[in-house]
């Protein structure tokens, strides 16, 4: 009888485990990294090894973000997520940013390991596995760059004693560029408007090479062509880069509007400065702390021009900065349909799985 009751109790604790779904803050052995299993050590050992090979996991696929690194960003940020009965990942959420793109990055390491199925060793509470939440701080610190960077097999020097400039300075160059570009004909029937960056190398004899061009409303190859003729004929005008008292090539960003100039386009054209006006003081109020205010005013204007990825570009990171993921998710992947860019080709992946 004694065998029985006991069998029975065994049995019965066994099933309350399987059905145990609370998550715990605190295991009696806290989740680790799946590392160092074959270690013949401590359970403590083996704890401070997984721990190890965790942080070098991350040394190897983190990625400084850009504007980090522009910005001058470093420091902290927080990740927690819950480490399932099988060991598996699941529900990891940012509780501390430092901005920048770096809560995405570490988000995004987090997703890696869902992505890889590396399976931790579960907590346990007397020797069961239960589901344990884990809080994982990912560092961030700079260190001293290289004063050039690489383009498309092309050395572009970010670190200048004197900047790159326009002979004659922005005002300029936006005369220049405004009495070159023209709208193209082939336009004017569907009234179509829109923005267009591009990305110049400027080299040390003057020459100018379009690394990068973006199209935001999706105007197509005639208005391409017309961007391309219009910056490349800058060339000879700039003042050089130096570094070091030495030429060097660097890059400069340009953006370009075209604005049909026949009658039957008028409202169309009023329509769309309305649309800008709007996004632009929607983007004011949301850096002065009026964040709600401003993705409203950001809405009204991109209800007018929905298909505008500028616009939509410059809320979706608003919306990122907020840590809305799903909103985040559509305006961006909207940006990328539309420009055919591949700025967010890591950042998608881990923002739209929160949706």
């Known amino acids: 009888m004694i065998i029985i009751i006991s069998s029975y109790c ?63 960003i470093e420091g902290q ?7 399932e009965k099988d060991g598996g990942l699941s529900n990891p959420k940012i509780l501390k940013d430092i901005g920048g793109g770096c809560g995405i990055e570490a988000l995004r390491l987090v997703n890696l390991m869902i992505d890889q199925q590396i399976k931790w060793v579960p907590g346990k509470n007397k020797g069961i596995p239960v589901r344990t ?64 960056d591009l990305q110049l190398r400027i080299d040390r004899d003057g020459t100018v090479k379009v690394l990068d061009l973006t199209d935001y409303n999706d105007l197509g190859s005639a208005f391409w062509n017309e961007a391309i003729e219009v910056v490349t004929s800058t ?19 340009i953006a370009l509007t075209f ?18 006006q709007l996004v632009n003081e929607g983007s004011e109020l949301f850096s002065k702390g009026e964040k709600d205010t401003g993705i409203l005013k950001m809405g009204e204007g991109i209800a007018l021009f929905p298909n505008d990825a500028n616009f939509l570009y410059v809320r979706g ?19 990328k349909q539309i420009a055919l860019v591949d700025w967010f080709d890591t950042l998608l992946p881990v923002i739209c799985r929160t949706n």
């Open 317 to 335: 990171q608003a919306y990122l900065e907020q840590n809305k993921f799903p909103e985040a998710c559509q305006d961006l992947s909207r940006v």
């Open 133 to 196: 939440l884990f809080t994982l701080p990912v560092k961030f610190k700079l260190t001293e760059a290289p004063p050039f960077t690489i383009a498309q097999g092309d050395s572009i020097w970010n670190m200048l004693d004197e900047p790159l400039e326009f002979q004659g300075g922005s005002d300029s160059l936006i005369a220049f560029l405004g009495k070159k570009l023209d709208y193209p004909a082939a336009g004017n029937d569907s009234c179509r408007i829109g923005a267009m």
């Open 10 to 72: 065994n049995l019965l604790q066994a099933q309350t485990a399987n059905t145990d779904t609370t998550i715990y803050k605190v295991a009696e052995e806290q989740p680790r990294f799946p590392v160092c299993e074959k270690l013949d050590t401590t359970v403590a050992v083996k704890m401070q090894c997984a721990q190890q090979q965790l942080m070098l996991f991350m040394s190897r696929n983190i990625f400084y973000p850009v504007e980090a690194r522009e910005s001058n």
């Open 235 to 253: 060339i000879g005008k700039w003042k050089i880069a130096k570094y070091k008292g030495a030429a060097v090539p660097s890059v400069y960003e």
């Open 77 to 83: 940020v927080v990740i927690n997520f819950v480490v």
């Open 259 to 276: 604005i049909p100039e026949v009658a039957s386009c008028k409202s169309k054209v009023d329509e769309y400065q309305k649309a800008s």
